[in-house]
């Protein structure tokens, strides 16, 4: 049975917001944990400084011990992830989705002042949380993306790690996940191919296009059911690699920064094109189901005049 003390997310008000060209995008950055998320908001955050175009940053990891990039908002000044825990007798992942549903009642606020300070940044960057399912598989992590979604362009950024990639089957669990995110988020999305500095990461997208390539790397792996599953998940995935932007990064040299800002301009037309006249199409529907929603109300409410006998006599006692 659900726990009614815990804060539960509500899906505040988005219909109506109009997203238009001349807005920054705003770049959901998601990865598994350990990828390099933070450390890919920092180097990018410090490569536009460097042109002083300062990005507007907003961290949404209530458990992240130090921010190790300057954020414009840090949910950590809404809410205590240490008092969530107690307060609500919660783990640790348990307490961050709390912490984000308390964060959900606040996002109109957290949307205003971004949306306030939106012409003088090229892009926000939104570092999401270390435990990545509290925020793809959330209530609150689609609420959070919808609102955002529905008043900037916005677009998602999937750090991977190179160096941890180089086993196949792992590469695959890495794609599989992203994949999945696509699938729930919908939104534009791009590859950041991480720790170039460590592994040149061509080889990744040497498999992602190149589906023999990958077969003869699996060859050398000795589990005969993963290899054939393997292959057949990469033949699945073949489409999902087919429109897929990549940029190599190091977040420790800065590389690749140039080409992680063409690949946000590429999602942002891609946003227009493709995903807002759906998201439009979703919003009618949810207009439409909100004013169903409001006639089955009003069917149980019944304007009729009443009885001028008693409004007389009313009146009459009135003048007494
Ligand atoms: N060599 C190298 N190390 C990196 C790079 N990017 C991140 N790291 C290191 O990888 C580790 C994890 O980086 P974080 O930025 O904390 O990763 P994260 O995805 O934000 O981590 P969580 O939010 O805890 O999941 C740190 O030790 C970083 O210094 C990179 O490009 N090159």
């Known amino acids: 049975m659900a726990d009614s003390s815990k804060p539960e997310p509500k899906r505040p008000a988005v219909l109506g917001n109009t997203v238009t060209r001349d807005q920054p995008p705003v770049v959901l950055v998601l990865g598994m944990a350990g990828s390099g998320k933070s450390s890919f908001v920092q180097a990018l955050t410090a490569h536009l400084h460097k042109s002083r175009n300062f990005p507007y940053v907003i961290n949404l990891d209530p458990a992240v011990r130090k921010v190790i990039f300057p954020a414009n908002i840090d949910i950590r000044d809404t809410v205590d992830y240490k008092k969530v ?24 606020e957290m949307i205003g002042l971004v949306k306030k300070r939106s012409t003088e940044f090229p892009v926000c960057l939104i ?3 270390g435990q990545i399912e509290a925020f793809t598989w959330s209530a609150s992590g689609s609420i959070i993306t919808d609102s955002f979604a529905s008043t900037f362009p916005t677009v998602i950024a999937y750090v991977v790690d190179s160096a941890r990639s180089t086993n196949p089957t792992t590469f695959m669990s890495n794609m599989l996940y992203a994949c999945s995110i696509l699938y729930r988020m919908k939104l534009p999305f791009f590859l950041v191919l991480n720790k170039s500095d460590i592994v040149d990461p061509a080889f990744l997208e040497k498999w992602m296009k ?20 393997t292959h057949s998940l990469s033949l699945v995935l073949d489409e999902f690699y087919s429109t897929m932007t990549t940029v190599k990064v190091s977040s420790r040299t800065s590389e690749g920064m140039e080409d992680v800002m063409a690949a946000i301009e590429k999602c942002k037309e891609e946003y227009f094109e493709k995903y807002q006249p759906a998201f439009n199409e979703l919003l009618k529907e949810r207009l ?19 009885n001028p006998q008693v409004v007389e006599e009313e009146e009459a006692m009135e003048d007494e």
């Open 210 to 229: 190149d589906y023999e390539e990958l077969g003869t790397s699996i060859e050398d792996a000795r589990d005969a059911y993963i290899n054939n599953l």
């Open 85 to 108: 825990m107690h307060d609500y007798q919660l783990g640790p992942n348990g307490a961050i989705m709390t912490c984000l549903n308390l964060c959900c009642t606040r996002l109109q």
């Open 288 to 306: 439409e189901k909100d004013v169903q929603q409001a006639s089955d109300m009003l069917d149980k409410v019944n304007v009729t005049e009443r």
């Open 127 to 129: 570092d999401a949380p």
